[in-house]
């Protein structure tokens, strides 16, 4: 395995756990990315002391704890009751805070990347931001013009105005707000980065987005919902308008749910190795998109039961195709389903996809059909055909979700390995621990019936099922 990555020092490759029998697992993940760097954020420009129970302990919360850090919030971690790692108090950014200029690294972090330049511009000091090498590759230019907009000076290597990171934001200690029309289609982000900030703003601010299609919206109402959670006032009720009234952030007492978008591959194990994967403590209610799995996995072919709190879901006898709009962050998750599906799929509504961490959508076309997959990339998504697949390297490109569904396509597809893996830290470090432990879970009784092996064989011959 990985002999040639050996050779060059890199990590050697994973070998993706095949599965030999179904799954018969209950799993837990950790905390939301989307909602600890929320409450992160929040709790930095907050009229108090705020704690998060249960947060993320990740890359991406790393770096985003850094940040805050470097604008003068005091972060500590502190006992908890949570499976994942300590609780965390945070002590906000004084208000209106001077100091040294400082440096921001927000390595591949789209919540960073975008959340913390405004924030930047509340403080009367200068700072830099700049990232991995392939965050200069991601959209930026709508914050940065954004902020200018507001009265901010943001400034490039060279002195311009920059369109991507690396830049520098030019505190000014407060920021006007009121009116501003910015265009979001290329990251919810943007919305969600200015609203989080706009109560602070003298005037709040009326956001408005013009342009094609705002992506993620979910992430948009995840944000209006934490900030109304904070007391503050935000009219959502004009499409593409935001209006966020002036007034302070409540300091809370926040538990953060669990990541239901990285519950997703655990869940796709329940149809990709046959079998049963329960989640427990499933919110009831919920603005995580990854409530989208109950939907998009009964499409697929399995039975989704939500019962006192636990998801169960049960693969089928095989894995159907499907048609998928706006599948967000979930999409290589439902890719890799769809690459061992019987029959074709189409995923729509995700241009954006190509500013991710990669372009997912080239990264998805490029690895299923290196391993024998048929895939294709349309203007706005995939279309992705049933076909025979076979092993070999799943390439991460450094993206946590290529990573996971790479470890999806080798549970139903001998000899797939990863390369990479360690880039699942950017959201679940313990995923390489989590997935041997979910395969390790089988009870006696569904290792000796074995039934999806059986049923499965029907699609692994013709339609690149899994191969038992
Ligand atoms: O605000 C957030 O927490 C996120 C918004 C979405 O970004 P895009 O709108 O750029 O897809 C999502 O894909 C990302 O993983 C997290
Ligand atoms: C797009 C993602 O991340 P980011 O927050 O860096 O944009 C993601 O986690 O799928």
């Known amino acids: 395995m990985g002999a040639s990555a050996e050779a060059s020092g890199a990590a050697p490759h994973w070998p993706a756990p095949f599965a030999e029998q179904p799954v018969d697992a209950t799993v837990r993940v950790p905390g939301s990315k989307s909602l600890t760097n929320r409450y992160l954020v929040l709790a ?24 805050l850090r470097q604008l003068g919030a005091d972060i500590r971690e502190v006992p908890g009751d949570g499976a994942f790692g300590p609780d965390l108090e945070v002590t906000p950014v004084p208000a209106n805070s001077s100091g040294d200029d400082v440096a921001i690294d927000c390595g591949l972090a789209g919540t960073v990347m975008r959340f913390v330049p405004p924030m930047a ?8 931001f700049d990232g991995d090498p392939h965050a200069r590759e991601r959209p930026m230019g709508t914050i940065i013009e954004a902020l200018a907009g507001l009265g901010v000076t943001v400034s490039g290597e060279d002195g311009g105005m920059p369109a991507s990171l690396p830049f520098r934001v030019e505190g000014t200690g407060q920021v006007r707000g009121g009116h501003l029309v910015i265009d979001a289609s290329a990251s919810s982000q943007f919305v969600s980065a200015l609203l989080l900030v706009g109560a602070r703003f003298t005037e709040g601010l009326h956001l408005e987005h013009s342009g094609s299609t705002v992506p993620s919206l979910d992430h948009i109402n995840m944000t209006v919902a934490v900030l109304r959670g904070a007391g503050v006032v935000v009219d959502d009720s004009t499409p593409n308008h935001w209006i966020v009234s002036p007034g302070p952030i409540r300091a809370f007492d926040q538990r953060i749910e669990q990541d239901l978008s990285n519950a997703g591959p655990f869940l796709a194990a329940a149809l990709a190795a046959g079998g049963t994967v329960r989640i427990p403590d499933w919110p009831e209610h919920t603005t995580q998109v990854g409530d989208m799995w109950r939907s998009i996995l009964k499409d697929m072919g399995a039975a989704v039961t939500l019962q006192d709190g636990t998801l169960t879901v049960t693969g089928g006898s095989e894995i159907k195709g499907a048609d998928f709009a706006e599948t967000s962050e979930l999409a290589p998750t439902v890719a890799a389903l769809c690459a061992l599906a019987s029959g074709p799929s189409r995923l729509s509504g995700i241009a954006h996809l190509r500013g991710h961490e990669t372009d997912r959508l080239a990264a998805l076309v490029t690895e299923i059909n290196r391993l024998g997959g048929d895939a294709e990339e ?6 992705i055909r049933p076909s025979e697949l076979h092993g070999g390297v799943v390439h ?14 080798g549970l139903a597809v001998r000899g797939v390995e990863v390369q990479d893996i360690a880039t699942t830290s950017k959201t679940m470090p313990d995923f390489p621990q989590l997935w041997a432990d979910m395969l390790g879970q089988r009870s006696s009784a569904v290792t000796d019936t074995a039934a999806p092996d059986t049923a499965r064989a029907n699609t692994a011959g013709t339609a690149g099922g899994p191969q038992h």
Do not use: E, F, K
Not at 45 to 61: I, K, M, N
């Open 44 to 67: 930095a420009l907050a009229d108090g002391p705020s704690r998060l129970r249960a947060p993320l302990h990740s890359r991406d919360s790393a770096l985003m704890i850094a940040a």
């Open 121 to 128: 511009a509340l403080r009367r000091v200068a700072t830099v």
């Open 378 to 383: 349309t203007a706005d998504g995939l279309i």
């Open 396 to 409: 991460s490109y450094a993206d946590h979700r290529m990573a996971t569904a790479g470890a999806i396509l």
